[in-house]
């Protein structure tokens, strides 16, 4: 595999091609599984039915890191109780820290921009 790549694409198609134990690092924001619309038209993710397809892709990204190596997944505080379950119980996944940041909505107003909390 080519060093240096970032990878966009379908990450359970993708995942299947990459070679176990060759990525050191995974920064991901794994799809919920609750066919939640996102962004600002409110487009759903094809497959996002299931809570599992984003627990299978973390398990996924296991398979792929080189030992000693990293993973940042970014996820909605509502879903973190089954996903650090999952982690805990189902892969060898170690949780060091959790990095938590208030999340500021900008929207605009006339002529200026004034963020919302």
Partial sequence: M????????DCMEVLKTVPDESVHLVVTDPPYGDNTGYGRNNRTIKGNSSPLIGLNAIQECYRTLKRN???YMFLDIK???IIRLFIEQYTPFSIRDLVVWKKVIWAWAGDSVNAMN
């Fill in 2 to 9: 080519e060093n240096n790549v970032i990878i966009r694409g």
């Fill in 69 to 71: 190596s990293t993973a």
């Fill in 79 to 81: 879903h973190l109780p």
